[in-house]
């Protein structure tokens, strides 16, 4: 069984949303972040040399960084589903939002997040140019979930389990006003409703309310 270790208030909460909409069972360990530095506890440290979550435990295999174990979990015990085949129309635009996610997407939240928090004069040319990024990443999400409901096209995938997270409980780290993004918005609310989304939150951050407006 995969044991995934989640740090509360994290992107693992990809890892224990996939596997309820796989439907596998796993073994779920807590652990909360330091109050003040608000960082990995020393355990989670210990677990693995960058002290990050998500990792998982599947038999003799530690794995980290979420992208990795989403396609070996997809891969490995999800028989292929969530991903789209290399045959399926849309299988590039599967890999493109899939990657985007990291790459740029939660990239430029982390960014955003460090800028308002250096202490910089709202003058400074860092903080323009570090709010352009972010409004260019946001319209094209917006462009794109105005043509179609899921990131990939028609179907929800695992691009859509990498990417909710930065548009959702990132910004309980940093807030972003979305409310000139309608699309991302409804996007935001069809994937809240799925009821893995709702089971996997509860077990993996119950105390927590999804921002999902």
């Excluded at 044991?3 to 779920?28: A, D, F, N, V």
């Excluded at 940093?174 to 509860?202: F, K």
């Amino acid at each position: 069984m995969i044991k995934i270790h989640h740090l509360g208030i994290s992107q693992s909460e990809r890892i224990i949303w996939l596997c309820e909409e796989l439907g596998l069972p796993y073994e779920l360990k807590h652990y909360t972040r330091d109050p003040v530095t608000r960082l990995s506890p020393p355990e989670l440290r210990q677990l693995h040399p960058l002290g990050a979550a998500p990792v998982i435990e599947d038999g003799d295999l530690l794995l980290g960084e979420s992208a990795a174990i989403v396609e070996y979990i997809i891969t490995v015990h999800g028989g292929g589903r969530l991903k789209l085949a290399p045959e399926h129309p849309d299988y590039a635009a599967y890999l493109y939002w899939f990657h985007f996610s990291n790459g740029n997407l939660q990239s430029v939240m982390l960014r955003n997040m460090t800028v308002q928090r250096a202490g910089l004069a709202s003058d400074h040319p860092l903080l323009a140019a570090t709010r352009e990024r972010v409004e260019r990443v946001l319209a094209l999400l917006e462009a794109r979930l105005g043509q179609v409901p899921y990131l990939a096209g028609s179907e929800f995938t695992a691009a859509d389990v990498m990417s909710l997270f930065s548009l959702s409980t990132m910004r309980e780290f940093q807030p972003l006003d979305l409310s000139g993004y309608p699309h991302i918005l409804a996007y935001l609310q069809r994937l809240g409703e799925r009821p893995a989304y709702r089971q996997a939150m509860a077990k993996g951050d119950p105390g927590l309310t999804p921002k999902l407006d």
